[in-house]
């Protein structure tokens, strides 16, 4: 070391002093982030926003590439996935026929009720950019933004079920959550039994059912649709089928195919209308005749 | 040694700039999207510690830093701590770089893993003073453990493929001072 001593001398001590700053520069960034946490996130998305759209040379071929396996792959189970279709195919066309039935009588009950399904609920069609990028969180980015509308908390969709929900938006691009991420919680029905849990995100494909009142009345294979409970989503959107783990808790199959989620879309749910006076029809406050409030009252109690 | 130094080592900063680049991309593109079972190593760490255990000279810490805070906020990791410490973790090593070039590759990957031990379990525990939402403690102590298997790996790539090699006796840098 002696023989350096002189060259390094008056470099060192400086660089240290960089290296220090820069690494406290880092760590500030870090508590800042764990203070104010959507400033940052508002810039990271903002960041992401400008950069990773400016990948989309350098991705497109390593997914081509990836694809052509994947197509080479499949062409060598031809046959055997001949023969799976041809058996779907069959079982599909007594879905089908079924399915007709089925529509034909619920038209009719629809108009016999005269319902209107909510005509507010439109899309977004995005395809999706990146994954995260990390073993650990289960997010996607799409191409779609707050140019286009886009607004936190929507849900997003693929052809059949639900994804997640849309969690940061850049201005060209808005990041999904999951489902299987380990922060998201959505709140579901169980059909036909109607009960109601919380669908809890724990980073494995098939996300467990927590907070169930009744698991006895759950069987595997039931249908479990979004509650609309909270105000999180619309409700009765698809997410999945009932499914029993290994671990021997009740689990939700996933409707969406997470193998192959390219464009998703996202749902632009209406804002929930929310109720802040005490219901002035329930309760008239001026101008009683008699022993009207009274009952009035006890209307309101009961 | 055809080229100047200098040359050298920019070609070199250059070459460590896009096998970066490369990991990063791969592990952004959308190709499954559903949750690994085994999450795979992180192979820039990997690869930022074998140059700098080998070649400190080609990798100069704003280099680093940048690097990793970019991956810090396309990750979707808490922006800055893992960054930090990754320069820390460097910096330590760079500091060691000259006891490191003369040790067995099994005590140097030792020196390493012990390294990246020591960042993992650093970045858990400030996640958790600080009461940050965490990724399963299996995955991480199995990407920890993947990663450093693959630093060997990683060490022969850059050997043979990339000529990033414990500097010979004797040599000099750009300025002229022994490494």
């Not at chain 1, 997010?139 to 908390?153: M, Y």
């Not at chain 2, 990791?77 to 330590?92: D, F, K, N, Q, S």
């Not at chain 2, 070039?101 to 005590?107: K, T, V």
């Not at chain 2, 600080?130 to 299996?138: E, N, R, S, V």
């Amino acid at each position: 070391m002696a023989r350096d001593k002189n060259s390094e001398d008056y470099v060192g001590p400086i660089r240290r002093l960089l290296v220090g700053v820069l690494v406290l520069a880092l760590l500030g960034l870090f508590l800042i982030w764990r203070i104010d946490s959507p400033r940052v996130e508002r810039f990271r998305a903002a960041a992401i926003d400008k950069v990773v759209p400016s990948f989309d040379w350098a991705m497109a071929p390593v997914s081509g590439i990836a694809n052509l396996i994947g197509n080479f792959q499949s062409y060598q189970q031809l046959s055997a996935q001949n023969q799976d279709l041809r058996r779907e195919l069959q079982q599909m066309k007594a879905w089908k026929e079924a399915a007709l039935q089925l529509e034909q009588e619920n038209a009719k009950l629809l108009g016999l009720n005269n319902v209107r399904l909510d005509p507010q609920l439109t899309y977004v069609t995005g395809v999706v950019i990146t994954d995260s990028g990390s073993p650990f969180r289960q997010s996607v980015l799409v191409n779609v933004g707050a140019r286009d509308g886009i607004i936190d908390g929507w849900p997003t969709m693929d052809g059949i079920g639900l994804v997640g929900r849309i969690a940061g938006v850049g201005q060209g691009t808005s990041r999904v959550m999951l489902l299987s991420d380990t922060s998201s919680r959505i709140p579901v029905t169980i059909q036909p039994s109607g009960q109601k849990a919380i669908l809890a995100g724990d980073n494995t494909l098939n996300p467990p059912l927590e907070f169930l009142e009744n698991a006895d009345l759950i069987r595997p294979g039931d249908r479990v649709v979004s509650s609309g409970d909270g105000g999180v989503f619309p409700a009765d959107l698809l997410v999945g089928q009932v499914a029993l783990g290994t671990d021997q808790r009740l689990r939700v199959r996933l409707a969406a195919d997470y193998q192959r989620l390219e464009f998703l879309r996202v749902l632009r749910a209406p804002p929930h209308e929310e109720i802040n006076d005490p219901g002035g029809l329930l309760t008239p406050e001026t101008e009683f005749i008699g022993p009207a409030p009274i009952n009035a009252l006890e209307m309101a109690d009961g | 040694m055809a080229k100047a130094p200098a040359t050298r080592i920019w070609i070199n900063r250059g070459v460590f700039i896009a096998l970066a680049f490369v990991i990063i991309v791969l592990q952004l593109v959308p190709l499954d999207m559903r949750p690994p079972r085994w999450p795979p190593p992180d192979v820039l760490l990997a690869l930022t510690l074998a140059w700098v255990a080998r070649r400190p000279d080609y990798l100069p810490v704003y280099l680093i830093a940048a690097v990793f805070l970019t991956t810090d906020l396309l990750f979707q990791r808490p922006p800055g701590l893992w960054a930090a410490l990754v320069v820390i973790l460097t910096e330590t090593v760079r500091t060691r770089a000259r006891g490191i070039r003369n040790m067995p590759l099994a005590l140097e990957w030792g020196t390493i893993a012990f390294g990246i031990v020591a960042i993992t379990l650093a970045n858990r525990i400030v996640l958790a003073i600080l009461m940050t939402p965490q990724a399963p403690l299996g995955l991480t102590l199995i990407q920890m453990i993947l990663t450093i298997l693959i630093y060997p790996l990683v060490v022969f790539v850059a050997h043979y493929m990339f000529g990033v090699s414990r500097p010979a006796l004797g040599e000099i840098d750009a300025r002229g001072r022994r490494i």
